[in-house]
């Protein structure tokens, strides 16, 4: 059974920076790909962020790139987003997400097992 947990979401000032963290319990996530979605009300879960499962590479929504950054702990059990050069319009509910297979996708239907969501909310 695979649990995540997010944390570190908050209020911020525009401009400011704020890291995120997903820890995985039950198994690590080597060679599984990892991800970071978003969600405000009435609206569908959007892509953030994403990480291959066996290899380094990331990838990242055009609006996010240069301030976002995707990683993950040498044990495969945490992974991270910080986020940096916050605005308002970062606003929404982080969710992290885990497939079973090594291949990212920027899907959220592609993705089998999610945290609970961690609330981030940045002030003009």
């Known amino acids: 059974q695979v649990q995540l947990v997010e944390s570190g979401g908050g209020l911020v000032q525009a401009g400011g920076s704020l890291r995120l963290s997903c820890a995985a319990s039950g198994r690590t996530f080597s060679g599984r790909a990892m991800a970071w979605f978003r969600q405000t009300p009435g609206k569908e879960r959007e892509f953030v962020a994403s990480?291959?499962?066996?290899?380094?590479?990331?990838n990242y929504r055009d609006s996010v790139k240069g301030r976002f950054t995707i990683s993950r702990n040498s044990a495969k059990t945490t992974v991270y987003l910080q986020m940096n050069s916050l605005k308002p319009e970062d606003t929404a509910v982080y969710y992290c997400g885990q497939r079973v297979i090594w291949q990212p996708s920027s899907s959220y239907s592609h993705y089998s097992y999610w945290g609970q969501g961690t609330q981030v909310t940045v002030s003009s």
């Open positions: 990480m291959h499962g066996l290899a380094d590479s990331v």
